[in-house]
């Protein structure tokens, strides 16, 4: 069993940048992929980053690329995700996902977190 905790949301203007951190407990960060999702309020969640067990592949949302970078430190079990350039539409409740068998951007991982939020303002 794999738990896992978000941190580092808040409240920022448009433009600025926020990293997100999602810590892994209970089970060996390195054996799974990881994944990124976010839903706004009256919207299904959608999926943000994706990053491989080994951290070699990466796969983006065409409304982060270029602004999001998705990364994994496997000696914390943590993962980040860096967003800079933030918009008013990327307000949203972030949540931090596992999966033992393989990077997805569906939202069929095994694991989540509770969430954190991260609210940009204009």
């Known amino acids: 069993q794999v738990q896992l905790v978000e941190s580092g949301g808040g409240l920022v203007q448009a433009g600025a940048s926020l990293r997100l951190s999602c810590a892994a407990s209970?089970?060996?960060?390195?054996?799974?992929?990881m994944g990124w999702f976010r839903q706004a309020p009256d919207k299904e969640r959608e999926f943000v980053a994706a990053?491989?067990?080994?951290?070699?592949?990466?796969v983006y949302a065409d409304s982060v690329k270029g602004r999001f970078t998705i990364s994994r430190v496997h000696a914390k079990n943590t993962v980040f995700l860096q967003m800079n350039s933030l918009k008013p539409e990327d307000t949203a409740v972030y949540y931090c996902?596992?999966?033992?068998?393989?990077?997805?951007?569906?939202?069929?991982?095994?694991?989540w977190g509770q969430g954190t939020q991260v609210t940009v303002s204009s």
């Open positions: 990053i491989s067990w080994s951290g070699a592949s990466t």
């Open positions: 996902a596992a999966d033992p068998v393989r990077m997805s951007t569906s939202s069929k991982y095994d694991y």
């Open positions: 209970g089970g060996t960060d390195s054996s799974y992929a």
